[in-house]
């Protein structure tokens, strides 16, 4: 009996060993508002998405989306290893989505991992970092 309790106590530290930490900071909050935060494990996925579609969906590993003041917003997130890209808007009239001119410039604070710059979203490679074990990724907006 204490084999098998002793199997499955190592069975569970290793899904925890697998587990890496990335700690996020968004600086620069000027407007109150949703916080739209998402961490992309695909390049096709974080190519592809407008900020229309908040919430959970195949190619975001993490993410959280909750209303925040002004100033600077910090989270932290348990995830396995690997290449990430992490994308951010703040929601400013809470209409679920990212509000963008007619040139589809945003009207709304946004940024992206690496500060990444580029007129419309940026290549995955630009904004992607490889998480080993532990990160923090700073964010201006």
Do not use: W
């Not at 993410?63 to 290449?83: D, E, L, M």
Request: hydrophobic share 40%; charged share 20%.
């Amino acid at each position: 009996m204490m084999k098998y309790f002793y199997c499955l106590l190592f069975i569970l530290c290793s899904f925890q060993l697998r587990a890496a930490t990335l700690d996020v900071e968004i600086q620069g909050v000027t407007e109150e508002g949703i916080l739209h935060l998402a961490i992309y494990n695909s390049k096709k996925v974080f190519e592809s998405d407008r900020g229309d579609k908040p919430g959970s969906q195949p190619g975001i590993e993490a993410g959280v989306i909750k209303k925040i003041n002004k100033g600077t917003y910090r989270g932290s997130f348990a995830i396995p290893p690997g290449t990430y890209a992490i994308g951010v808007y703040i929601d400013e009239n809470e209409n679920e989505k990212l509000d963008t001119n007619f040139l589809g410039i945003p009207k709304e604070q946004y940024g992206f991992s690496n500060n990444a710059k580029a007129f419309g979203i940026p290549k995955f490679e630009a904004a992607s970092f490889v998480l080993d074990t532990y990160k923090i990724v700073q964010i201006v907006l």
